[in-house]
């Protein structure tokens, strides 16, 4: 009898060991003794650390590495760490799990790593609480950089919080007045400026725009970081998160290729400025789909060297709507074509699907397909404006981006009765050409009167049976066409 208890005693203790062996290996709460220092920028692929922990499956948990997750202590080294290690592994899941929140600062994640990495964020990323709060010696234009990376997945049922608030009220960020007039004061900042919704042409003495106020800047805090970006990458699947509160853009994606964005929720107050959801320049084959955004700035804009975007099942707003542009700043090249926007809700928003386009630009934008939108009281449904101006002036400049082959189809609802339903301000040198409006119906959200579309030198086929009608469209073609330009593109 005393000889079979003692095998049970010996049999329970190794039965505890392996139990808890097993516990910590799978939800990764080893203790680490010291931490490696690692600069802002991640390491490019090399042997995991010393020490780091194995995880089985290729499960890379940051709390593995040391990160506590109790939203103040700075878990920056702990994600560089277990990036690191994951980088090395085909298949390799990087684990943010749930039931924690982690701070980190700015970060570079960089590649190339093995095939098939998966981010997967459970819990809570958020950066430092506002610029008071930054590091000094820490870039405040980016938080969450992705660099190089090829065919990466970040999924989860997380939460990405850019906690924007503070960054907003400083005295440089443009600021919605009420029905204000105070001119814009000077800032310093290269990615921050009043907004303008739209101008018609000067010599029509007609301008409309959304007035914003704006204190003077102070020291150098309006470098306003962008939540999440990802540069120079390929083969990218971003789905399932939750992003909220970006101090400035919530996803950036630029140089990138092989694009698939699905079932996001981006959300920010409507008067947050400059937090677009998504926006991509020099980005092409991207789809973007199921996703809800409400924001304070576009739900999505499409910048210069886009090609092949094709944007479904979305509801947008309160915004500024879905928009290709701005393009032409500062008298550059602009080429965008071949994208789709369909399937999807814009309401409550400051503009519907918008083209825009700053005069003394050059290039093309071309085979714009918007169809199948539902409006509900927007305010400019449908907005092709040449003339986008972010000063309370700009000077008329004779080139412009050419736009064409653009067809607005099935496009109804209702529009908020301060504009007209469409506006297109075409370039007085450079006109837009082939427009086409098919089962566009566009009634008043309050009143009976319905608004009379605006035109200036925009070309197309008129549709009488669009409402309202579109007689003002220029029917034919134009004299000259800047086939120079087009050709550049």
């Known amino acids: 009898m ?6 049970f005693s010996v049999f329970s203790i190794f039965l505890l060991s392996y139990v808890c062996s097993v516990h910590g290996r799978l939800y990764g709460y080893p203790k680490m003794s010291h931490f490696r220092a690692l600069s ?3 390491l490019p692929p090399s042997p995991a650390p010393e020490g780091a922990p194995k995880i089985d499956n290729a499960i890379f948990n940051v709390l593995s590495y040391g990160a506590v997750g109790d939203g103040v202590t700075d878990d920056t080294q702990a994600f560089k760490m277990a990036w690191d290690a994951a980088c090395q592994v085909d298949s390799a899941i990087l684990l943010v799990p749930n039931h924690y929140s982690f701070m980190i600062q700015s970060t570079i994640f960089t590649g190339p790593c093995k095939s098939g990495l998966v981010f997967q964020i459970e819990g809570t990323i958020m950066p430092p609480d506002g610029p008071d709060s930054w590091p000094k010696n820490v870039s405040k234009k980016q938080w969450l950089v992705f660099y190089r990376i090829n065919g990466m997945s970040i999924q989860g049922g997380g939460i990405i919080d850019g906690k924007g608030e503070k960054w907003w009220n400083l005295p440089c960020k443009p600021h919605k007045g009420i029905n204000g007039t105070t001119l814009p004061g000077p800032c310093d900042s290269p990615v921050v400026s009043s907004k303008t919704h739209y101008f018609v042409p000067l010599h029509e003495k007609k301008l409309v ?13 309006c470098l306003i970081l962008q939540a999440m970006k990802f540069f120079m990458s390929s083969n990218l699947t971003v789905q399932g998160l939750k992003i909220k509160n970006s101090p400035l853009f919530h996803f950036r994606f630029d140089s990138c290729r092989d694009v698939h964005v699905d079932s996001l929720y981006i959300k920010a107050p409507p008067q947050s400025p400059n937090t677009d959801g998504i926006h991509i320049e020099n980005t092409n084959d991207v789809t973007i789909r199921n996703s809800i955004i409400s924001n304070g700035d576009d739900c999505i804009s ?8 094709d944007i479904r099942n979305m509801t947008c707003g309160p915004s500024h709507g879905i928009s290709i542009g701005s393009l032409g700043f500062r008298n550059s090249r602009a080429c965008v074509s071949n994208i789709t926007v369909a399937d999807s809700t814009i309401k409550y928003s400051d503009n519907g699907v918008r083209i825009k386009t700053w005069q003394g630009g050059f290039g093309a934008v071309s085979k714009i397909n918007f169809n199948n939108i539902r409006m509900e009281s927007v305010r400019n449904p449908i907005i092709l404006d040449q003339y986008y101006c972010d000063k309370r002036s700009c000077a008329n400049q004779t080139s412009a981006v050419y736009i064409s082959d653009v067809i607005y189809s099935n496009i109804k609802g209702t529009y908020d009765v301060r504009s007209p339903p469409m506006h297109l301000a075409c370039s007085d040198n450079v006109p837009c050409t082939n427009l086409t409006f098919l089962d566009v119906e566009l009634y008043p959200a309050q009143g009976q009167k319905i608004l009379e579309p605006f035109c200036w030198n925009a070309y197309g086929a008129p549709r009488p049976l669009t409402i309202p009608p579109v007689f003002c469209l220029l029917e034919g073609t134009p004299q000259s066409l800047p086939s120079n330009d087009v050709d550049q593109c």
């Open 2 to 7: 005393e000889f079979t208890r003692l095998c």
């Open 40 to 42: 802002q920028i991640s």
């Open 209 to 221: 725009q959304s007035i914003y106020l704006s204190g003077p800047c102070h020291k150098k805090v």
């Open 302 to 309: 499409i910048g210069a060297g886009c090609y092949n975007v």
